[in-house]
Antibody, heavy 119, light 107 residues
Framework: EVQLLESGGGLVQPGGSLRLSCAAS????????MGWVRQAPGKGLEWVSD????????YYADSVKGRFTISRDNSKNTLYLQVNSLRVEDTAMYHC????????????WGQGTLVTVSS | DMQMTQSPSSLSASVGDRITITCRAG??????LAWYQQKPGMLPKLLIH???TLQSGVPSRFSGSGSGTDFTLTISSLQPEDVATYYC?????????FGGGTKVEIK
């Protein structure tokens, strides 16, 4: 059974940083592209970032480029999102998601970790 | 930036009705389009990928069509359990933009 378990969210002041993690199990993690999608309270889905199976290729939404960094450790079956220079508008539930294949749609989603940016 | 425009933003229909949601891409994306269903308080669920391929386990009343810039999601006979918000997503190239969502309710 595929499981994705996020952690690392919390309350942070504007300009602060967090490191989000996503522990994966139930599939061969190193074979799949992974991504992060966020959803602000009461709002729609917003794609944030993707990383290739090997970690060599990364992609970002314009809204987070230069502030967020996606990475993965295939030896630990773990996906990361370093979020820096946080803004109030970054407040959202952050979900990790598994792609069906390279450059594909997401077939599994984690429950998410909540990031709240507020002074 | 790549835009995915969904319409309508919400709709209300009766049980058994056929409903159609449209998604327009800002540029041609081939058939690299997915549809997701998100029920209240739940995670998004992949319904359709490659514009028209039904994900395993999804009821056959759901169907998708289109290519290039214009896509549709159709529910042939709306059921009470279909109350949800539906999102399209481009995955042709980054940014993998989602549409704004269509909220479906029962009349």
């Amino acid at each position: 059974e595929v499981q994705l378990l996020e952690s690392g969210g919390g309350l942070v002041q504007p300009g602060g940083s967090l490191r989000l993690s996503c522990a994966a199990s139930g599939f061969i993690f190193s074979s799949y592209t992974m991504g992060w999608v966020r959803q602000a309270p009461g709002k729609g889905l917003e794609w944030v970032s993707d990383i290739s199976s090997s970690g060599t290729r990364t992609y970002y939404a314009d809204s987070v480029k230069g502030r967020f960094t996606i990475s993965r450790d295939n030896s630990k079956n773990t996906l990361y999102l370093q979020v820096n220079s946080l803004r109030v508008e970054d407040t959202a539930m952050y979900h990790c998601a598994k792609a069906m294949s390279s450059g594909s749609s997401y077939d599994y989603w984690g429950q998410g970790t909540l990031v709240t940016v507020s002074s | 930036d790549m835009q995915m425009t969904q319409s309508p933003s919400s709709l209300s229909a009766s049980v058994g009705d056929r409903i159609t949601i449209t998604c327009r891409a800002g540029r041609g994306i081939g058939n690299y389009l997915a549809w997701y269903q998100q029920k209240p308080g739940m995670l998004p669920k992949l319904l359709i990928h490659l514009a028209s391929t039904l994900q395993s386990g999804v009821p056959s009343r759901f169907s998708g069509s289109g290519s290039g810039t214009d896509f549709t999601l159709t529910i042939s006979s709306l059921q009470p359990e279909d109350v949800a918000t539906y999102y399209c997503q481009n995955y042709d190239n980054a940014p993998l933009t989602f549409g704004g969502g269509t909220k479906v309710e029962i009349k």
